[in-house]
């Protein structure tokens, strides 16, 4: 699985307007339900916040991968999001976060959620990929970045 199979191309958000934690999923899910990947936006709301009370998902170094397993998607899908300010995300390392990655899966896929985590958290710890991202004038680009990547790893 590469990761263009679960990003939409219509949910690639490079200007995230929301200041906060709760403020970025709404704006994230709702991206995801507007492009018809979500059955039930409520219930993949609550499953994000309702995952993020166990553990933050922000992996440290400007990034967070929110992700949740609940039946509002028929199968696995993703969101990207970048913000220009920053949010303060409670990160591994204390850091705000820039560049997010949302999961939602179906709870009967626990491989394929496990994969996709897997490979956006090693697509990621990259520093020119993330800096690639961060400077991305479109979503084609983005788009392009994650797919070249994805191939090398």
């Known amino acids: 699985m590469e990761i263009l199979d679960i990003l939409h191309p219509?949910?690639?958000?490079?200007?995230?307007?929301?200041?906060?934690?709760?403020?970025?999923?709404?704006?994230?899910?709702?991206?995801?339900?507007?492009?018809?990947?979500?059955?039930?936006?409520?219930?993949?709301?609550?499953?994000?916040?309702?995952?993020?009370?166990?553990?933050?998902?922000g992996i440290g170094d400007g990034v967070a991968i929110p992700h949740a397993k609940c039946n509002a998607a028929e199968h696995l899908v993703a969101a990207f999001g970048r913000t220009g300010?920053?949010?303060?995300?409670?990160?591994l390392d204390d850091e705000p976060v820039y560049l997010i990655f949302l999961l939602v899966t179906p709870e009967s896929e626990s491989s394929p959620h496990v994969k996709a985590l897997a490979r956006i958290s090693r697509l990621l710890k990259h520093k020119f990929l993330r800096q690639s991202l961060l400077e991305a004038k479109t979503a084609q680009e983005v788009l392009d970045i994650i797919r070249d990547e994805d191939r090398r790893i």
């Open 10 to 57: 219509q949910c690639v958000n490079l200007n995230l307007k929301a200041k906060t934690k709760n403020e970025l999923f709404e704006e994230m899910v709702d991206m995801m339900a507007a492009a018809g990947l979500l059955t039930n936006k409520k219930t993949a709301l609550a499953a994000v916040k309702e995952r993020e009370k166990l553990m933050s998902t």
């Open 85 to 91: 300010t920053g949010i303060n995300y409670q990160s």
